[in-house]
């Protein structure tokens, strides 16, 4: 009984942690979005409740690839001011993508938990949106919490790229300026994935 109690309150606990991690409080309009982020954001909800399958497109040499693994994103969790999107490899459910929106702005975070729904140690890292994006594409380089979490961190960033005809969405996370890796999701098709 205690347990199942537990197993109800931590993933509810994690979220509103989520929301003061970084010392930031939410938001409940989007008056501090440019017209760009909100359209950006307008796009990403027209993909909720549907997944997607994608494949890795890019990794840097010396890194472990991912190319021989299934990809789905699950576009879930879709109010006014957040959009979440579970990233799966083949059985590996411990990601979600993470968009909202506070007082400074567009924040992209990365969600990690461990599969009994507890945050992994290193969690909850992103950024916001740089200003140089438009409805389609947002840049995200690292924020002081990453920085605080991520000894390499402020040479990190993470480019969402919708194609204009909404046919596909990219993930790409950059080092030092430099492209590491790459996925990208096929969102002509959309699939039912449990």
């Known amino acids: 009984m205690i347990k199942r109690l537990l197993f ?15 010392s930031d409080k939410s938001s409940n309009d989007r008056s501090t979005l440019s017209a760009d982020e909100q359209a950006f954001m ?3 909800e027209s ?12 990794i840097k040499e010396g890194r472990e690839s991912w190319a021989h693994k299934k990809f789905v994103m699950h576009v879930t969790k879709c109010d006014s001011n957040r959009v979440h ?3 799966h490899l083949d059985e ?10 506070d007082e400074k702005g567009l924040r992209f975070r990365h969600d990690h938990r461990h ?16 200003g140089t994006g438009n409805a389609f594409v947002q840049h995200f380089p690292a924020d ?6 991520l000894a390499d961190s402020n040479s990190r960033k993470w480019n969402i790229i919708l194609a204009e005809d909404m046919t596909s969405f990219t993930y790409e996370l950059e080092f ?3 492209l590491v890796f790459s996925a990208k999701f096929d969102l002509t098709n959309p699939v039912d994935v449990k």
């Open 144 to 149: 002081d919490f990453t920085m605080e979490m």
């Open 42 to 44: 307008n796009n990403l």
């Open 85 to 87: 999107i579970p990233f």
């Open 92 to 101: 590996d459910h411990s990601r979600t993508w993470m968009f909202m929106v």
């Open 8 to 22: 109800a309150i931590i993933p509810a606990l994690f979220l509103l942690a989520c929301n003061q991690a970084g």
């Open 176 to 178: 030092q300026g430099e």
């Open 47 to 58: 993909l909720c409740g549907k997944s997607f399958l994608g494949a890795e497109q890019y």
């Open 115 to 130: 599969e009994d729904g507890t945050p992994e140690d290193l969690t909850l890292y992103g950024g916001y949106a740089d």
